[in-house]
């Protein structure tokens, strides 16, 4: 995601080689899931870019998990700085 750290919005971007479901999980350090960006959507192969505002969260680390067709591809780490 870029930029990272982030106040309070910040893209997230990835690829796809193929047309698939995609999800995409916010997850809190203690592995409590904060928020879905994407569930399980039908999406195009290519480059694709998500605007994810955290104003809601507080300051603190947290990570987002790509998910393909069900399967956890990538899980990275963000932190939001107010």
């Known amino acids: 995601n870029y ?3 982030f106040n309070p919005v ?3 971007s990835f690829d796809l080689r193929k047309a698939a479901d995609v ?3 916010i997850f809190d350090v203690s592995g409590a899931e904060v ?3 994407i569930n399980n959507e039908s999406m195009n192969a290519g ?3 998500l605007l994810f505002n955290g104003e809601k969260l507080s ?3 947290y990570f987002y998990s790509l998910f393909i067709n069900g ?3 990538d899980t990275k780490k963000m932190m ?3």
């Open 35 to 37: 928020e879905t960006l």
């Open 47 to 49: 480059s694709q870019t």
């Open 23 to 25: 999800s995409l999980k």
């Open 59 to 61: 300051s603190g680390i």
């Open 71 to 73: 399967q956890r591809i």
């Open 3 to 5: 930029p990272n750290p």
């Open 80 to 82: 939001i700085v107010k």
């Open 10 to 12: 910040t893209n997230i």
